[in-house]
């Protein structure tokens, strides 16, 4: 049988396959609609569709000049959509949504269709267990962001295409011109994989279809010219450089673990079928098709595009772009198992979706970390707290975008004189920090931070509340609730490990020059007197030993006193991989000193700001006085606060779910 005739068997049907194909998919689609719409009213906004939704102006000019072409890196198919789409309907979770769990839906059956044309019944079933129940497509659809609709755009491409190299009709034509349009405005991995299918088809479609495929393509090239100044302006921004990291050497290898949820058991279980449709493919030594050389194509290409981007331009590779170009890498690994029997194929599926499906739920625990806003949790639990304890007794502290917040007091109607917050990101330094913990008159205080909060902030608060009471981890935030008394329950999710005063110090390696004079009097309590001095007290403490979690927080405390106004003088974190430095940063005095008082300098850092760099990773913390002037430091505390462990849960593998507040 010829390739063409292989990909035509089945025919036009919107289902194709034998009565027992069909049933195998639906079974295995309706899981993967069971794993999407699971409690759907409740699945909360993540950072990334909530930064779209309030970059929603009031027109769709608007949206797309302010919201797209300068805020956004994404092309202007989606953020229009939703400017639409919230138009017809509403902001709730469960209406926005919706549109792109179908969408995600409608991609695993195109791409069975695709499959099983190409391949066989197999490979198609073993993908679409998959697609069905894998994290990497259950989150992407649950996401209103323009993944989902990418990978719709590119299966229906991909559909439209086999379709139209096997049968010619005009309508599969023009149904692969609308989805290259699509494709080109849902996101740019999705342009570069319809531009790798669209010269594929150029190479397979009959010589007869030739000229309409190119004229196709030149009018979706057409269409695609209205954004074009805005791709380029994008494209001059460079990467995400600004908050991701550039690949390291083994960024394929954590890529494919989180992939396989990070269990051993289901990345044995694909390694083995990996390795089944490789034997099964040189036994039977069929032959060879236009898919042998393609899919690899479309599979591999975008994979190397973006990390020689990542690593010779600006960083751009993360999980999400490459969920276009992963189902046809998947197809060409699983090839083989075309050769597979029917009672084999459906064995086969079954298993993949129910390991799949358990690791999902329990090693990667998608419904108790997908379902949780950060955002909202410092609203609601703001809110509860607030009215449990009283406004008097508790202040509301909250280091995360304003926007966000408002967003969540609007959506949660909440109005600001029911639970009236601080909120402290870009607004409220640690000198003004701390001065608003001395004033506060109430016994507890509430504090959430996000992602891009300064890790000082707990420590900062702890130096006036030091007993916690409880401690909310989540994907990209936490919050805690601190109190000046000891609660009924009192938590304590850090430990000391160094601490040095002018009587005693531990452990012996502190570095504290020997002709330091030490003052009794001045401070209150004994105290290096560090004036005229630019440095005089230093330890260093080997992080890979120290800890064993790269998000396991170390806060230095440095108790310090000053008879005059002091600015220029701070406690440092430096941490050096042999004699390069791969961080640095600064507690600095700022306000805090402003003569005749006592205040804290503080210092946080963590392993994970080594940027993946292999050790060992040496932390040297230090007082560096830049200006000499008269500072007076009582005592020098060294505390690891326990790691948030699902800081970045949806995207790297985690160990447990972390601290939660008390019932």
């Known amino acids: 049988m010829h390739w063409r005739q292989h990909i ?6 919107l289902l194709p396959g034998e009565p027992w194909m069909r049933r195998t998919f639906l079974a295995l689609w309706a899981l993967a609609a069971v794993l999407r719409f699971w409690d759907l009213p409740h699945l909360a906004y993540t950072h990334d569709e909530l930064s779209a939704l309030v970059r929603i102006y009031p027109t769709l000019s608007e ?28 902001m709730n979770e469960a209406d926005v949504k919706l549109p792109f769990i179908g969408m995600g839906l409608a991609a695993i059956l195109l791409l069975y269709r695709v499959a099983l044309a ?13 697609l069905a ?44 011109v ?5 494709s080109a405005y849902a996101h740019h991995f999705a342009l570069m994989l319809a531009a790798l299918m669209a010269f594929t088809g150029l190479l397979l479609v009959p010589a007869a279809q030739r000229r309409a495929w190119l004229i196709g393509c030149g009018i979706a090239g057409v269409l695609y010219l209205p954004n074009l100044p805005i791709f380029l302006s994008q494209l001059g921004l460079g990467g995400l450089s600004e908050w991701l990291a550039a690949p390291g050497p083994d960024w394929v290898p954590k890529h494919l673990w989180w992939v396989a949820h990070g269990s051993l058991a289901l990345a044995s279980l694909l390694a083995a079928v990996v390795l089944l449709a490789f034997v099964l493919r040189v036994w039977k030594r ?4 236009p898919a042998t050389w393609f899919l690899p194509v479309w599979g591999l290409v975008p994979v190397a595009v973006g990390l020689g981007y990542s690593l010779w331009r600006a960083p751009v590779i993360q999980h999400s772009v490459l969920l276009f170009s992963f189902p046809y890498l998947v197809l060409a690994l699983f090839g083989g198992l075309r050769h597979l029997g029917r009672n084999a194929t459906i064995v086969l599926a079954v298993a993949l979706a129910f390991a799949s499906t358990r690791s999902l739920v329990q090693d990667r625990q998608h419904y108790a970390v997908m379902y949780t806003s950060k955002y909202e949790a410092f ?7 607030s009215e449990q304890l009283g406004q008097d007794r508790l202040a509301v502290l909250i280091d995360a975008p304003d926007h966000m917040l408002r967003f969540y007091a609007e959506h949660l109607a909440i109005p600001r004189e029911r639970m009236p917050y601080v909120q402290l990101q870009d607004a409220v330094p640690d000198d003004r920090l701390d001065s608003l913990l001395r004033a506060w008159p109430g016994d507890h205080l509430f504090l959430g931070v996000s992602n891009g909060a300064l890790p000082e902030r707990a420590a900062r608060v702890q130096r006036h509340f030091p007993y916690l009471l409880q401690r909310r981890d989540m994907n990209e935030g936490q919050w805690f609730l601190f109190s000046r008394t000891p609660g009924f329950i009192t938590w304590d999710d850090r430990k000391l490990v160094a601490q040095a005063s002018p009587a005693s110090r531990w452990p012996s390696t502190w570095d504290i020059h020997g002709d330091l004079p030490v003052n009794d009097s001045l401070a209150g309590a004994p105290a290096w007197d560090l004036s005229g001095r630019e440095f005089g007290i230093a330890l260093e403490l080997l992080l890979d030993t120290l800890v064993d979690h790269p998000q396991q927080q170390v806060e230095v405390v440095a108790d310090v006193w000053s008879s005059a106004p002091l600015t220029n003088a701070g406690w440092i974190a430096h941490q050096l991989v042999g004699d390069s430095t791969v961080f640095y940063r600064g507690g600095d005095v700022r ?23 292999k050790g060992p990773v040496q932390l040297k913390t230090y007082l560096h006085n830049r200006e000499q002037g008269a500072l007076f430091i009582t005592r020098v505390s060294v505390y690891l606060r326990e790691e948030n462990p699902v800081q970045f849960g949806m995207v790297e593998p985690f160990r447990w779910l972390g601290r939660y507040p008390v019932e």
Request: aromatic residues 8%.
């Open 379 to 385: 609203m609601a639990d703001g809110l509860r707290l």
């Open 118 to 130: 190409w391949t066989g019944a197999g490979a198609a079933l073993a993908l679409t267990a998959l």
């Open 178 to 182: 609308l989805a290259m349009v699509l």
């Open 63 to 90: 949206t797309i000049t302010t919201g797209v072409a300068k805020l956004d890196t994404h092309p202007p198919g989606v953020q229009a959509f939703e400017w639409l789409w919230t138009r017809l309907f509403s």
């Open 8 to 13: 035509a068997r089945h025919g036009t049907a």
């Open 591 to 613: 306000g805090l000193l402003p003569g005749g008082r006592s205040a804290s300098l503080i210092v946080a850092t963590h392993r994970g700001d080594a940027m993946g760099l």
């Open 133 to 176: 129940t894998l994290q990497y497509t259950v989150l992407y659809s649950q996401l209103a962001r323009p993944y989902a609709a990418g990978l719709f755009t590119t299966a229906l491409l991909a559909d439209q295409l086999t379709r139209y190299i096997a049968f010619g009709q005009r309508r599969m034509l023009i149904g692969a």
């Open 286 to 289: 069929a032959p060879a098709t």
